[in-house]
C-alpha cells in the first residue's frame, strides 16, 4: 500500500556540503519527512520526523529543515512549516518570532535588560572594582603612572621654573607628612612640573607619583603650608586607591554599555573608552570628602595646621570665583561646604566641638 502523502511547504533542497539547489517539496509520508523533486520522482532526502532538524522561526527569514544526511530544505513557506509543528505537537513560531510579534512582549523584555543592567552597575560593577583593586599587582599602577606622566611631558607639561628654595620648601614639608602615611616616604613621588594648560593644580597617580603646577604654587603664594596640605589631600587619594577604582569603575562601564548595546562600533566605543578616563580624572564626592579628611589627620599629626587645605578652597573662591557645585572634569571641585566641613573636621581632631549648623 502506497504511504500517505501530505505536503508541507516548497522550497529548494540543498545536497550536503554542496551549494547546488533543486526546486522541490516538503512533504509528510506517515510520519517520515521527505524532500522530493518538484516534478515527482524518489524522494531527495527522507528521515523519521523526530530526525529531522528544523530552525525555529524568526522573523521572515526561510526556515532550513536538516536531514541526518547533511543535506538542507530551504523554505520561505513559515506559515506551513509552524502548521506542520503544531498539528504534529511540536510547537509554534518559536520565542524569538514570538517577542517580534508582540511589541509589548519585546517592550518588557528590553526593560528588564535595562534593570537587569541598573542591578549590575549598582551592585556588579563596585564588588568587581573591589575585587579588581585588591588583585591588581604593583606593577600595574607603576606602568599606568609612568604611561601617564609621559604622555603629559610630551603634550601638556613642561619642566618646572619654580625657584630650587621654593621647590625644596615644599619638598621638605611633603617629606614630613609622607613619611606618616603607612606607605612611608618611600612610597611617593613628588613632581614639579609648569602645567600649561591645566593651570593651578595637583594630583596623584595610583604608585604615588604625586604632580604639583607652578601655578598652583604661584597662586598660593608664600603660604607653603596650604601647598602641602593639598598633597597631603593628594596622599590620601593614592592610600584609599581611589584612582585605581575611578579607573576600573570607567572601564566597568564601558564594558557594561557594549554588553547590553551589542557591537556599538569603533567611532562609539573611542568615546566610551575616552570618555571613561575623563570620567576618572573626577574623583566622587564621598572621595573628595574622605581625602580631605586624611589631609587634616596628617597635617594634624606632621605638626601642621590641619585646616591648611581650607585656605585652599577661599583661595578658589576668591581668585578663580570657584563658588559652584562638583564639576565632572575638575578634579578638585572647591565649594563653601567642603572648606566647613574641613574646618569642623579640624576643630573635632583637636577637641573643640563642631558649631552647629542651622
Known sequence: MASEERAIAGGDWHPAGSSRSVAARLVDRSG???AVPEAG????????ADRAEISARVGSIPRRITFSDGSVFETWDNDGIDRYLAAN???GAGLVHWLEQ????????VLAAFVLGGAIYRFGVPLLVEVAVRVTPPVVPELMAKGTMEALDATTFSPTRLPEAKRREIADGFARIAALSPRGEAGYTLNFRDGGAIGPNAFALPDGTLVVTDQ???LAGDDTEMIVGVLAHEIGHVELEHSLRQLYRAAGMAGLIMLIAGDVGSGVEDVLV???GLVALSYSRAAEAAADRRSVELMAKAGFDPAAIARFFTLLEEKLGDRSGTSMLSTHPGTPERRKEILDYARILSGQSAPDRQ
Open 32 to 34: 517520515r519527512l521527505a
Open 41 to 48: 520522482g524518489t524522494p531527495l532526502a527522507e528521515a523519521p
Open 89 to 91: 505537537g511540536r510547537g
Open 102 to 109: 508582540f511589541r509589548l512582549r519585546l517592550v518588557v523584555v
Open 216 to 218: 598652583l604654587v604661584t
Open 274 to 276: 575616552q570618555g571613561g
